[in-house]
């Protein structure tokens, strides 16, 4: 039996590897940066930690997009509404979620200032150490307790506008009907198929505009735009592509949790769906740094004199 010659193997593969990398101008390079960055920052155990201060942040943040949501609606459309949205990110947990929200609703009661603020500060603890992670990736200085827990405020904060917003947006397509507003062909705004494709990408382009603000802010440095919108862009269709083969997995019963862990398995999804965005999150962060790197060498290639540029391809 012939011996397999390991050397020519591997040079094959590098030439494989080479002309691949050259055909998507240098992406398939990127993506192996991203990966051995991945690999040394331990990014599998960073998104296990945060998938368990998630699960601890999950129902206090819920509770405090109610209290913010009472303010605008009253206590049963708000609840409902934050139930709709959390099902539509976690499809994992359903019954979980809406069954321990409302107890702890009927335990709790009406949600006072001092409650609102607890809230606050349980919630922002998987935003504390997601934005630690994002930092880290882009190797920049470490900031201390109290500014990453600021940062983490500020992100729930934000959230608390976007679900504000939500609700006026959702008020606003209430009462879209009782005006006449028509487009071009005549046709009502409400019934064209361009206002449904419009509010059916609406979650997305308010996911896309989160991780801009993370990937751009959380870092404890300068980033560029571009790569924070690519890196945005990636993280964004990963989130959506996931939750859709996940759902689709759950519907189908190849994934069934049950049978393994019985009462528990809800959670089990629960805790493994959030490790798999976080980690989904994690990537985007490397990604945008790798991109962030590649364009700061190039910056300061196109600084150099030109007869040194010469030099370099010569």
Do not use: C
């Not at 011996?3 to 390079?29: C, F, H, P, Q």
């Not at 949501?69 to 979980?96: C, D, M, Q, W």
Request: no cysteine.
């Amino acid at each position: 039996m012939a011996k397999l010659d390991y050397s020519k193997i591997m040079t094959k593969l590098r030439i494989a590897y080479r002309k691949l990398n050259r055909k998507s101008k240098g992406w398939v390079r990127i993506f192996r940066i991203v990966l051995d960055r991945l690999g040394k920052s331990q990014a599998t155990q960073a998104a296990a930690a945060m998938s368990y201060y998630a699960f601890f942040s999950i129902f206090p943040l819920l509770l405090l997009l109610i209290g913010f949501g009472s303010f605008l609606l009253n206590n049963e459309e708000a609840y409902r509404k934050v139930i709709e949205i959390a099902t539509s990110i976690i499809p994992t947990a359903h019954s979980l979620i809406e069954a321990n929200l409302q107890q702890v609703i009927e335990l709790r009661g009406a949600t006072g200032s001092i409650g609102v603020i607890g809230f606050l500060w349980s919630s922002s603890s998987f935003f504390s150490i997601l934005t630690r992670n994002v930092n880290k990736a882009q190797n920049a200085p470490r900031r201390n307790f109290f500014e990453d827990r600021a940062i983490a405020i500020g992100i729930v904060l934000l959230l608390a506008v976007m679900f504000a917003l939500s609700i006026l947006s959702s008020t606003v397509v209430t009462f879209l009907p009782k005006f006449d507003i028509r487009l071009w062909d005549g046709s009502l705004l409400q019934d064209s198929t361009l206002w449904k494709y419009f509010l059916q990408i609406l979650p997305i382009i308010v996911s896309f505009i989160l991780f801009v603000v993370l990937y751009r802010y959380a870092p404890k440095k300068k980033v560029r735009m571009k790569g924070v919108l690519i890196a945005a862009a990636f993280t964004t269709i990963g989130w959506q592509l996931a939750s859709k083969i996940f759902s689709w997995l759950l519907n189908l019963g190849y994934i069934q949790y049950e049978l393994i862990y019985g009462s528990l398995g809800t959670v089990v999804a629960l805790m493994f769906w959030i490790y798999l965005i976080s980690f989904i999150t994690l990537i985007g962060a490397h990604l945008n740094a790798v991109l962030e790197e590649q364009y700061v060498r190039r910056d300061v290639f196109n600084k150099r004199p030109d007869h040194y540029k010469i030099d370099q391809f010569q």
